[in-house]
């Protein structure tokens, strides 16, 4: 580190160490955090976008990326603690696949990851460092994805997926509703879960064809899910018609019943 920035730290490090040590015995957010918090640009801008990122949401902090020690404000950037410091571009893929293992596995073996180094996009291309959010395939975009290449190609994956997309939207929107309706619902969602989980492990491999056969496959498997609320349907329907019909029934006897009384008196 040069040596305004070396000043910049040991400056910190005094604003900071006090504060640390008064609130030592409560949970605390990160060091990272309330160090990065105060200071300006680039070293600050992460907290910001992280703040509303997924990994905030699913607590994995500075630290989970970067390591370091986040109970330790002198030491939390030393090497000896683990500190990784910020991956060169070729070193992404490996630090975001020690947690998205699967993921890193596609990539690399995919003409993206094959590219790598060589103008070939890493994870933080697609979905940035610090503001990650869930993701979904409106990733698949001309902004993002011409940069390199035509759309032509993406687009083909992204056609691909979309159908399947909306069908799994549709289905877990109508699983929904029936369990707001109390009906037991668990062994559909697990199953919806499932076909969800396998379809969005599809995009990494950058393969058409690959998407193309597999979604044929997991097209299979929701038509099996239609299938079983269109059969809760038919039931609701049945029950509501039998409903109205004893509804009636009970209305006509009730009539009879009143003119029967009527005649008798
Ligand atoms: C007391 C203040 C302070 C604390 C605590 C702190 N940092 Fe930093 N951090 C800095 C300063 C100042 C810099 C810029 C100078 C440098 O690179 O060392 C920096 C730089 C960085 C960089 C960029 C390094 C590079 O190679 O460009 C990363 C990444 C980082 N910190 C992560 C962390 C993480 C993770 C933690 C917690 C485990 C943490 N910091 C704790 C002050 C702090
Ligand atoms: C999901 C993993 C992840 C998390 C969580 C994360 N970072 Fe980073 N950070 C990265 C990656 C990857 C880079 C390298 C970025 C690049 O080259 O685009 C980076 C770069 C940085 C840099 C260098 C920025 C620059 O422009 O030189 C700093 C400083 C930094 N991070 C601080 C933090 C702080 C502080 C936190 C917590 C608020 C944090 N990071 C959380 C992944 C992460
Ligand atoms: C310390 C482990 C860890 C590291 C390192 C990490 N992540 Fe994550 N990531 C998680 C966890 C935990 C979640 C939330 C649980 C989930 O949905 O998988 C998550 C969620 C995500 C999601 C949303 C997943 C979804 O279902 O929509 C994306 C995208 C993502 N991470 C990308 C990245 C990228 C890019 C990097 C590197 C810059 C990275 N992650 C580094 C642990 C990590
Ligand atoms: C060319 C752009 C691109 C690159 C490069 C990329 N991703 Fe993705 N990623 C996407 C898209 C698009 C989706 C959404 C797919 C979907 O919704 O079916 C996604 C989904 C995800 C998910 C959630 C789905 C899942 O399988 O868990 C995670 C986590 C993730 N990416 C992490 C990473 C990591 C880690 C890397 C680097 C090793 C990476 N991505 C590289 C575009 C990219
Ligand atoms: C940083 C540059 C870069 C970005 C951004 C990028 N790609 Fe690529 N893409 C490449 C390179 C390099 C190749 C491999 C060489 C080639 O086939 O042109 C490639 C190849 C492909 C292929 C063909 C794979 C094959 O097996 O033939 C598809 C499909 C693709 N990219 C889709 C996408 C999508 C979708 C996005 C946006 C989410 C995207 N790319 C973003 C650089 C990029």
Redesign the pocket.
């Known amino acids: 580190m040069g040596l305004s920035s070396a000043l910049l730290f040991v400056a910190l490090l005094i604003v900071c160490l006090p504060w640390a040590a008064s609130a030592a015995d409560q949970p605390q957010e990160p060091v990272c955090i309330q160090c990065h918090s105060q200071l300006p640009d680039r070293l600050g801008e992460p907290v910001k976008l992280w703040k509303q990122s997924v990994h905030a949401e699913n607590g994995i902090a500075c630290n989970g990326c970067h390591g370091g020690d986040p109970t330790n404000a002198a030491d939390a950037m030393n090497r000896s603690r683990g500190f990784l410091g910020a991956p060169k571009e070729a070193d ?2 490996a630090f ?2 020690r947690c ?1 293992v ?3 596995k596609d ?1 690399l073996a995919s003409a ?1 990851g094959r590219a790598l180094g060589k103008g070939g ?3 933080v ?3 940035s460092n610090h503001l990650v959010t869930r ?3 409106n ?2 975009n001309e902004k ?2 011409t940069q390199c290449h035509t759309f032509e190609r993406a687009k083909l994956i992204k056609d691909a ?1 979309q159908a399947t ?1 909306t069908r799994i939207v549709a289905i877990s929107g109508r699983i929904d509703k029936l369990k707001a309706e109390g009906v037991d619902t668990e062994r559909m969602e697990k199953a919806t879960f499932a076909v969800r989980n396998r ?6 491999d ?1 393969n058409v064809t690959r998407v193309t056969q597999e979604s044929g496959a997991i097209g299979a498997e929701l038509a099996k899910q239609e299938k079983e609320l269109a059969r809760i349907d038919e039931i609701k329907r049945e029950r509501k018609i039998a409903g109205a019909i004893v509804v009636a029934a009970l209305i006509v006897l009730a009539i009879l019943f009143h003119l029967l009384k009527k005649t008798y008196d």
Request: charged letters at 5%; proline letters at 6%; a negative charge.
């Open positions: 992404i893929p975001c696949g998205h699967g993921v890193l990539y993206h996009p890493t994870c291309t697609c979905h993701a979904s395939i990733i698949i993002t994805c997926m997309e379809f969005h492990t599809l995009f990494h950058v």
